[in-house]
């Protein structure tokens, strides 16, 4: 049996936590736009396992080169190039710039998806 003070604490306790989620429920048109990002970043944070949970002998090496079938090492990759069309477009390519494009230095990353 608890005490008279107990009680008020727990009922107390029970009481607030009722009082906040219905104030969260009643404002969560405020704030989960800018809670919803931030909750999925951290889900995928713990939910993903990082380079951290691999076994010893794995973390941090790269992957082995596979080799061909003849034992030669394969080609350098191409270096992307930036090419400045006349009206104003940017393409990125590994090949020489289309005539009539100025070539310019690529600064930073580029990153290539497949089209569809």
Known sequence: MLSRGERIFWGGLAAAVIAGAAAAWWTADQWTPHAAPWAAQMWR?????????????????????????????????????????????????????????????????????PAR
């Open 45 to 113: 944070k713990i939910t993903r396992p990082g380079p951290d949970t691999l076994p010893r002998d794995k973390a941090g090496r790269p992957a082995p080169a596979v080799q061909g079938a003849a034992g030669a090492a394969s080609a350098p990759l191409a270096q992307p190039r930036k090419c400045q069309q006349p009206d104003g477009r940017v393409i990125y390519t590994d090949q020489p710039c289309p005539r009539g494009s100025r070539e310019q230095t690529v600064d930073g990353a580029v990153t290539s998806l």
